[in-house]
């Protein structure tokens, strides 16, 4: 998986490309996991690019959302596909990590 | 007299492959395949995909002992609306279906990290069975695809 990261108004902007699954998961929480060591407090994960989510990638995004509150810091996700949004309400995830339909709210929303 | 009943084609598609993580790719895009054979929608092939993942990676993470690599088999059988899918190993016993629910209504910092999969299976499936037979054990999931 492709994943692009560009600082939009304050917030790093993380553009994954592909499919999160199993085998992409792990690779997926280590990069994201790296910026926010490297000092990262705001992510908005942009999932225009996303073609797929599975329990393994949901697993990924609890783990860097744990990480970056535990830093004191904030994520949103936007521009998912109906299906990945489905998946996030069978997993309860919506009320775990904020999720806007466009990208603009979502950087409005994780800003300090 | 009763007319005899339509005829309902059965489709079958197998795949057998070693049980590790970079077979991934080859089993969504035999999943793909498949759904695109049969005019299965965006939506049910999703759960194909994503239930099927969930039970395939618990066969390649538990399945077999640390340090050796067994067979997964995966059929896809499809007759009228009703798709079956089977997954089969060689391994030992395990039966996913008795782990305990998720409470996927708990806050952030006491969800535990394992149990979704076999939630989301439950969800996205009309039914989920599980037999050991043999020496094999055989997971069966269901889904109304019309």
């Given at each position: 998986m492709d994943i692009a990261f560009s600082p939009?108004?304050?917030?790093?902007?993380?553009s994954p490309t592909g499919r999160l699954d199993a085998h992409s998961a792990a690779d997926f929480e280590a990069r994201l996991g790296a910026e926010i060591d490297g000092g990262a407090k705001q992510l908005v994960i942009d999932g225009t690019g996303l073609e797929y989510l599975s329990s393994a990638g949901l697993r990924a995004l609890l783990g860097i959302t744990k990480k970056i509150r535990t830093s004191g810091g904030t994520i949103a996700l936007c521009h998912l596909q109906p299906q990945l949004v489905e998946i996030?309400?069978?997993a309860g995830f919506n009320s775990l990590i904020p999720t806007y339909p466009d990208q603009a709210a979502a950087v409005a929303a994780a800003k300090p | 007299m009763a007319s005899p009943a339509p005829e309902s084609p059965t489709s079958v598609a197998k795949l057998r492959v070693p049980a590790e993580l970079s077979q991934l790719a080859l089993i969504f895009e035999f999943c793909i395949k498949f759904a695109d054979a049969h005019q299965i929608g965006e939506d049910k092939r999703f759960a194909l995909e994503?239930?099927?993942?969930?039970?395939?990676?618990?066969?390649m993470k538990y399945a077999y002992p640390p340090g050796t690599i067994g067979p997964v088999e995966i059929s896809l059988t499809l007759e009228a609306d009703t798709l079956q899918i089977q997954v089969l190993d060689e391994g030992a016993p395990f039966d996913p279906t008795s782990a305990p629910e998720v409470d996927t209504t708990l806050p952030l910092e006491q969800r535990p990290i394992g149990g979704l999969g076999l939630h989301m299976v439950r969800k996205m499936m009309d039914a989920v069975h599980y037999r050991r037979e043999g020496e094999r054990n055989l997971l069966t999931m269901i889904s109304k695809v019309a």
């Open positions: 939009v108004d304050g917030v790093i902007l993380v996030m309400e069978i | 994503v239930c099927l993942e969930e039970i395939v990676t618990n066969v």
